[in-house]
T-cell receptor
Framework: DSGVTQTPKHLITATGQRVTLRCSPR?????VYWYQQSLDQGLQFLIQ???????AKGNILERFSAQQFPDLHSELNLSSLELGDSALYFC???FGQGIYNEQFFGPGTRLTVL | ELKVEQNPLFLSMQEGKNYTIYCNYS?????LYWYRQDPGKSLESLFV?????AVKQEGRLMASLDTKARLSTLHITAAVHDLSATYFC??????????FGAGTRLTVKP
């Protein structure tokens, strides 16, 4: 158990809908990262927040957005969902914001878009 | 564009044997991570390699990094069934982006 929690574990929704995934980092960690894992694209970095501010952006679609709240939990919002958005979404956390910080991954949210 | 290539992608080996998984990448980086993922589970951090020549060992696994060759290796010694999993390498970029390889699915047979 990494100490990173994610809810919900599973989410089934329809195309065109909007969902919100939630992540709570390990106690004391200030950075949160979001990743998408799919059969087509493999593991992809989406976005990073540090202490409430966006720090890095990867292959995140414009339909997706994220934020980190004052209590350091983060939410990933996915809108206008398409079949291809079906994937495992992982959140990870680290203490610092820099490039040398080890990341600890949560259990993931499995999103199925029908 | 940065490419991270792992090979092999699939590896079936007998218990007790040794093998090496390779991770090649196409850009300058001095930060290389190895992760393990069991089916349906999350990623578990195995090694963080932060400099040229770094070598780390944990049990039957040993990882190394050659930044000049842009190559990292994960060596498995005397494999046991519990090592069956998918292993990912990931390359860290200066903008905090991290790019993963496609993963190596390892099956250790008795």
């Amino acid at each position: 158990d990494s100490g990173v929690t994610q809810t919900p574990k599973h989410l089934i929704t329809a195309t065109g809908q909007r969902v919100t995934l939630r992540c709570s980092p390990r106690s004391g960690d200030l950075s949160v990262y979001w990743y998408q894992q799919s059969l087509d694209q493999g593991l992809q970095f989406l976005i990073q927040y540090y202490n409430g501010e966006e720090r890095a952006k990867g292959n995140i679609l414009e339909r997706f957005s994220a934020q980190q709240f004052p209590d350091l939990h983060s939410e990933l919002n996915l809108s206008s969902l398409e079949l291809g958005d079906s994937a495992l979404y992982f959140c990870a956390s680290s203490f610092g914001q820099g490039i040398y910080n080890e990341q600890f991954f949560g259990p993931g949210t499995r999103l199925t878009v029908l | 564009e940065l490419k991270v290539e792992q090979n092999p992608l699939f590896l079936s080996m007998q218990e007790g044997k040794n093998y090496t998984i390779y991770c090649n990448y196409s850009t300058t980086s001095d930060r290389l991570y190895w992760y393990r993922q069991d089916p349906g589970k999350s990623l578990e951090s195995l090694f963080v390699l932060l400099s040229n020549g770094a070598v780390k060992q944990e049990g039957r696994l040993m990882a190394s990094l050659d930044t000049k060759a842009r190559l990292s290796t994960l060596h498995i010694t005397a494999a046991v069934h519990d090592l069956s999993a998918t292993y990912f390498c990931a390359v860290g970029l200066n903008n905090n982006d991290m790019r993963f390889g496609a993963g190596t699915r390892l099956t250790v047979k008795p």
